[in-house]
């Protein structure tokens, strides 16, 4: 039973930065990419960042590059989101996700294991 459990939302102005992680219950973490993702209200969920099982190979959403940093510790069988220069559009429920494969990907679908979210809320 694979479980994913994000952790590090919260409240933050805007220009401030939050570090959200994720725990993976994955006996075989470092075969998996990871990725994170957001939804907000009325909006369909998107991609924010993916990590390959090697770590040194991201990918990242137009709308967070040069702000997110994406990083995983195989040894620990977490991933993080480290937020920078956040801005008010960041505002979402996050989700970690993982993937059996070891091509990154920004679809959704393409992920076979969801955490249940953790909300970040960034006010003007």
């Known amino acids: 039973q694979v479980q994913l459990v994000e952790s590090g939302g919260g409240l933050v102005q805007a220009g401030g930065s939050l570090r959200l992680s994720c725990e993976a219950s994955?006996?075989?973490?470092?075969?998996?990419?990871m990725g994170w993702f957001r939804q907000a209200p009325g909006k369909e969920r998107e991609f924010v960042a993916a990590?390959?099982?090697?770590?040194?190979?991201?990918s990242y959403g137009d709308s967070v590059k040069g702000r997110f940093t994406i990083s995983r510790d195989n040894a620990k069988n977490t991933i993080d989101l480290q937020m920078n220069s956040l801005k008010p559009e960041d505002t979402a429920v996050y989700y970690c996700?993982?993937?059996?494969?070891?091509?990154?990907?920004?679809?959704?679908?393409?992920?076979?294991?969801w955490g249940q979210g953790t909300q970040v809320t960034v006010t003007s």
């Open positions: 990590i390959h099982w090697i770590g040194s190979i991201t």
């Open positions: 996700a993982a993937r059996y494969s070891g091509v990154l990907s920004s679809e959704l679908t393409e992920y076979n294991y």
């Open positions: 994955i006996r075989t973490f470092n075969t998996y990419t």
